[in-house]
T-cell receptor
């Protein structure tokens, strides 16, 4: 299957800064992407998703950008807070497993006060 | 919103014993559930797709005789780790599809079950 990978394993920011988490994907046929947040010892939580017919989608304090030309996805978090500290994964549908998701390696976001 | 519940949240067992983990959809029916495994500081890896009323579909490299999956109802899937060994120690997470089109691929995850095999 195709892999959804992450550029940077860790990101450290100060409270109030904007955070940008990146993801590279290899399957040019992928048409849907999801960002999940996983806090320590917990299951992943849905943050935001985007379809391939869009290049930008905004949520509350979060924005996802999709660049299909270079197969790159990013998650921007505005005014990062200590509660945003977690591991962030991008994911895409896994055609080989009946709509399961395949996850990238993950980026650990650490927010200091 | 949709909630997926897992039990137990953590379990310690002796090598050679079997452990059962339950995954329930609390306020919706899930004909399909997915089991993932996550080792420390690693990503989630899909183990198997659990189908209500039929056999589970296992990913390559996952032993179906070791990881028994039963999906007997529309709200319950169970994963049994048989004859557990220390290398089976991991974080097991189940999920179910809860999104309706166009978000049909969104999965809601349980809180996970931490298995430690001594």
């Amino acid at each position: 299957g195709e892999n959804v990978g992450l550029h940077l394993p860790t990101l450290s920011v100060q409270e109030g800064d904007n955070s940008i988490i990146n993801c590279a994907y290899s399957n040019s046929a992928s048409d849907y992407f999801i960002w999940y947040k996983q806090e320590s010892g917990k299951g992943p939580q849905f943050i935001i998703d985007i379809r391939s017919n869009m290049d930008k989608r905004q949520g509350q304090r979060v924005t996802v950008l999709l660049n299909k030309t270079v197969k790159h996805l990013s998650l921007q978090i505005a005014a990062t807070q200590p509660g945003d500290s977690a591991v962030y994964f991008c994911a895409e549908p896994y055609e080989g497993a009946g709509t399961a998701l395949i996850f990238g390696k993950g980026t650990t976001l650490s927010v200091s006060s | 919103g949709a909630v997926v519940s897992q039990h137990p949240s953590w379990v310690i067992c002796k090598s050679g014993t079997s452990v059962k983990i339950e995954c329930r959809s609390l306020d919706f029916q899930a004909t399909t559930m997915f089991w993932y495994r996550q080792f420390p500081k690693q990503s989630l890896m899909l183990m198997a797709t659990s189908n209500e009323g039929s056999k589970a579909t296992y990913e390559q490299g996952v032993e179906k005789d070791k990881f028994l999956i039963n999906h007997a109802s529309l709200t319950l899937s169970t994963l049994t780790v048989t004859s557990a060994h220390p290398e089976d120690s991991s974080f097991y997470i189940c999920s179910a599809r809860t999104g309706q089109p166009p978000k049909g691929n969104v999965l809601t995850f349980g809180a996970g079950s931490r298995l430690t095999v001594l």
